[in-house]
């Protein structure tokens, strides 16, 4: 039995640091940068690092180094990446019986960093995209918790698929979805919300998906559309959680971020954690934020996760005061 089932991409993360040679900062607050790539230019980079993102294996990868017993559900192809990204699992103790393969190669982001933290990410999903229902096998699937990170064209349905077995097997349930899954709407993803326990995502997917409002009516907004936990990180400002009776607030510290890839895979799972280990939101949110403010401190999604025992040096170091109130 494992403790959770991570279901999502898997990919080979390309960092490439460009200083301000690309990015334009934008000319009003709410307006995004932009990048500038001039044609029949060569753009001389300032560094170039390689790791292994995705949102499945990232879940994954926190998960177990806060020992939990984990597997990871997703699809890869048959190139050097798909290998090093197996070896990765591998060496982190991330079970890999639920990896499927095709010809198509796996996913590959090439994450343009700024100076701070501004990105442009270009992402192709490759093998991530063809997860079929049908191929997995659903005696083994022996679980307490699924986590569906965002997924995209067949593996999309799949997780709507899974999502309706796991209520049907009273497997609880876990969503992370992207700012390209919610711009689709409510109805599209009706499906899955209704049956989800926990969903988190950040204030402007929660805008996108019932309209911008204050956080504490983009709670209950979106508790409404069927999920029984509902939280929202807000970047610096911290991370907000409403249970149908609570609404708890967890502040940021304020520290320097160096890239923020994988941020937001590091405060979920780190949540979710806390959920499966303390059962107190409390306490899953200060291991949220605690672990989502290391990754953020290095380059790469899985570099600065914490193990259990640096969580807890760190949180005794570095407070989180968590309220709540009606």
Known sequence: MFDVITVGSGTVDVFVETGSKLFRKAKVRKEHG??????????????LRFDIGG??????VALRRLGLKVAWLG?????DNSKNILKLLKKEKVNTKF????????????????????????????????LSFNEINLRKLKTRWLYFSSMMGESYKTIEKLARYAKEKGIMTAFNPSSYLVKKGKLFLKP???????????KEEAGLLVGEDTIEMLLRKVHLLGPKVVVITDGNKGAYCYD???????????????ESTG?????????????????????????????????????????????????????????????ARL
Do not use: Q
């Open 263 to 323: 941020a937001g895979d590091a405060f979920a799972a780190s949540f979710l954690a806390g959920i499966i280990l303390k059962n107190d939101i409390k306490a899953a949110l200060r291991w949220g934020i605690t672990n989502s403010e290391s990754v953020i401190t290095n380059y790469g999604a899985k570099n600065k996760l914490m193990t259990h025992s640096n969580l807890m040096i760190s949180l005794k170091k570095y407070p989180v005061d968590v309220k």
């Open 192 to 202: 899955i919300l209704r049956k989800v326990d926990l969903l988190i995502f950040n």
């Open 244 to 258: 149908g009776k609570l609404t708890y607030r967890a502040p940021a510290h304020k520290i320097p971020v160096v």
């Open 34 to 47: 932009c990048v500038l790539v001039p044609f029949g230019s060569k753009v001389v980079i300032d560094d």
């Open 75 to 79: 699809k890869i192809g048959n190139d």
């Open 55 to 60: 949102g499945g294996t990232n879940t994954a």
């Open 99 to 130: 990896v499927y393969k095709n010809e198509k190669g796996s996913g590959y982001s090439v994450i343009l960093d700024a100076e701070g933290h501004d990105r442009t990410i270009l992402t192709y999903k490759g093998s991530n995209n063809d």
